[in-house]
């Protein structure tokens, strides 16, 4: 007993040492392309993964340790952006939630039922192309160091109304696959609940302030912007939102006491070993031989052209901002990410998909993860003409 599990640990040690190992060299290597280096992380899980060396393989603990990167990523991003900022751009970031949701869902919906989907499978179809996967955008804006950026702020607050409409649509969608009809006080249940957590983090924020962390009885203030960081986390899981709606709000909360205490740099510390585990687990987890078919190659092309302009269309609420801004908030909502993953494995599951259906999806989520953030580096620098100097300086 003792000598198999003693193999285990091995196991996930070597696992974890490959992917870090692979994530810092192909994340130099795209850095010095001048290239996010997400997108080498991503390559990183594709490479060690069981799509080519088979050296990492997908299981729980991996996925926790994943799962952990992209909380304390968003809760590092909402350290560096305070509430009073994203209220400032509220009303731009609802309008391009809800133009950016409605859109890909009948554009995905409809387009499922055109190549010959069930309607259910074309309902989960249109609920995979509904939400963003915002970890990967954020990484990008923090590379640029852009996050004090009002278009950051419109993308950032846009991805948390986006998580409540995503976890609505999906809550739809999975209830017609299991009892073929809906479930209207659940959702209004859901929605209450989304609501009352995101505006209950933005109550908090005026008595942080007032709130002396170094004469808690705690070790150090960091420990306990750690703890208040996993709680809102959980929170938020529990509630059925992602975990790192409920890491951002906390980042969020705690940005207040950021500058006293000296928060930033130790976060980001654990920030900069985790995050990339997550974005190398999601390549990790790419099944690149389900991409072969040249029928899901067609139909994962056409989806993944209604995902990405889909988003683009969410930069008409951002208009305020000058055109150049409202293209970068568009391009900054197009990955899907691990959120797409996440709603064709529950379709696939409920045996709402089947494999070819599944396939084009997860295409879709390939190409949006990779396009949106090697487009954003360029987009950003010829919007914003202080990153503009600072990529030349460099």
């Known amino acids: 007993m003792a000598e198999a599990a003693e193999r285990s640990l091995t196991a996930h040690l070597f696992e974890?040492?490959?992917?870090?190992?692979?994530?810092?060299?192909?994340?130099?290597?795209?850095?010095?392309?001048?290239?996010?280096?997400?997108?080498g992380e991503l390559l990183a899980g594709v490479i060690v993964g069981p799509a080519l060396l088979g050296w990492v393989v997908e299981g729980n603990l991996l996925e926790f340790i994943s799962e952990l990167g992209a909380i304390f990523l968003l809760f590092m991003v909402g350290l560096e952006t305070r509430?009073?900022?994203?209220?400032?751009?509220?009303?731009?970031?609802?309008?391009?939630?809800?133009?950016?949701?409605?859109?890909?869902?009948?554009?995905?919906?409809?387009?499922?039922?055109?190549?010959?989907?069930?309607?259910?499978?074309?309902?989960?179809?249109?609920?995979?192309?509904?939400?963003?996967?915002?970890?990967?955008?954020?990484?990008?804006?923090?590379?640029?160091e852009v996050l004090s950026r009002p278009y950051s702020r419109i993308i950032l607050g846009a991805a948390v109304i986006d998580?409540?409409?995503?976890?609505?649509?999906?809550?739809?969608?999975?209830?017609?696959?299991?009892?073929?009809?809906?479930?209207?006080?659940?959702?209004?249940?859901?929605?209450?609940?989304?609501?009352?957590?995101?505006?209950?983090?933005?109550?908090?924020?005026?008595?942080?302030?007032?709130?002396?962390?170094?004469?808690?009885?705690?070790?150090?203030?960091?420990?306990v912007?750690?703890?208040?960081?996993?709680?809102?986390?959980?929170?938020?899981?529990?509630?059925?939102?992602?975990?790192?709606?409920?890491?951002?709000m906390a980042g969020?909360?705690?940005?207040?006491?950021?500058?006293?205490?000296?928060?930033?740099?130790?976060?980001?510390?654990?920030?900069?070993?985790?995050?990339p585990i997550f974005f190398a687990y999601m390549g990790v987890q790419l099944d690149l031989a389900a991409l072969g078919s040249r029928s899901v190659l067609i139909a994962?092309?056409?989806?993944?052209?209604?995902?990405?302009?889909?988003?683009?269309?969410?930069?008409?609420?951002?208009?305020?901002q000058g055109l150049k801004n409202a293209i970068v908030v568009g391009v900054g909502m197009v990955p899907r990410g691990e959120v797409g993953l996440i709603v064709a494995s529950i379709g696939l599951g409920a045996g709402a998909v089947d494999e070819r259906e599944f396939a084009i999806v997860i295409f879709m989520v390939v190409v949006t993860t990779i396009v949106a953030p090697l487009s954003l580096r360029p987009l950003i620098a010829w919007a914003d003409p202080e990153v503009a100097a600072s990529r030349e300086s460099t």
């Open 16 to 39: 974890i040492f490959m992917l870090i190992l692979a994530t810092q060299i192909m994340g130099w290597l795209f850095q010095k392309m001048k290239q996010p280096a997400v997108i």
């Open 83 to 144: 509430l009073e900022d994203i209220l400032k751009v509220g009303k731009e970031a609802f309008i391009v939630a809800v133009v950016g949701a409605i859109i890909p869902f009948f554009g995905g919906y409809y387009y499922g039922l055109y190549i010959g989907f069930s309607q259910v499978s074309a309902l989960f179809l249109g609920a995979a192309l509904v939400a963003t996967s915002v970890g990967i955008t954020a990484r990008v804006m923090q590379e640029l």
């Open 163 to 223: 998580d409540i409409e995503g976890l609505i649509v999906l809550a739809i969608v999975s209830g017609i696959a299991n009892t073929g009809s809906i479930e209207t006080g659940g959702i209004i249940k859901l929605v209450l609940i989304s609501f009352a957590f995101v505006g209950g983090a933005m109550a908090l924020v005026p008595f942080v302030r007032r709130i002396p962390l170094d004469k808690l009885p705690f070790q150090s203030p960091l420990g």
């Open 225 to 248: 912007s750690i703890a208040f960081g996993l709680a809102m986390a959980t929170l938020a899981s529990f509630i059925g939102l992602a975990p790192i709606v409920g890491a951002f």
């Open 252 to 275: 969020m909360v705690m940005a207040e006491l950021r500058e006293e205490y000296g928060l930033e740099e130790p976060i980001h510390a654990i920030e900069s070993f985790l995050a």
């Open 300 to 320: 994962g092309g056409a989806v993944s052209l209604i995902a990405i302009v889909g988003k683009l269309f969410a930069m008409f609420g951002a208009l305020t």
